[in-house]
């Protein structure tokens, strides 16, 4: 891996485990046994690094939000396509933290992640459409619009939730996103209730993170 390569992914573990307000181009440098001047050969300081991680960033969502096959999946792969989501999120988690104060910091960014935001509600709401019009999903188009709403908050916003209230680790915080979400959207899928019951099965299973994994129905990522 490039010098390049590993700064960035050294900057991101540190801002979303410690909050990018707390770490300075010295704490990358020092985390990776490289000089201050090493690191500013490759980026010009924290702003540099910021604004290329907004643009991997991008270029993930860009491949998760693909409307492919989406209109066609089954009950199960809509849970593990909102992990995935979940999943997509949450490795850019502290870009969602505190948006006002980055926003304030890094201006440049806020333009890019108002575009993933935008997208994802509608990928959402394509989504809910599409098993509305199968008769899947048992909502009205009102219903759907505040689903997008709660579930686009869920993603974004569970994570920092979850450090706040309590101690869970990266794994679980993403579980928990997911559980959140399908607690608002499983009533509403027109299954039966031995599939619901599977589907909750699944979800509890603790089996299931390797499951989501493992999946090689999507090839959104």
Known sequence: MKTAQKILLTA?????????NTVTSVDIAL???????NLYYHFKGKDSIVNALMKMHEQQMHKVLNRDKLDTLHPEEIMY?????VDSIHVFRFFYRSPADL????PTIVRPRQHILTNLNKQLAFLFDALAQQETLIATKSDRSLLVDLI?????QSCQFDELNSHMDSAMQRYHAL???MVSVLPRLALSDEQKKQLSQLLNSHDFMRSAAN?????FA
């Open 103 to 106: 926003a304030e910091k890094y």
């Open 152 to 156: 686009s908050l869920i993603i974004t």
């Open 215 to 219: 999946q090689p129905q999507f090839d």
């Open 179 to 181: 559980s959140l979400m």
């Open 81 to 85: 396509y909102l992990f995935l989501l």
């Open 12 to 20: 991101l573990t540190l801002f979303n485990e410690h909050g990018e």
């Open 31 to 37: 985390e990776l046994d490289i000089s201050p001047g």
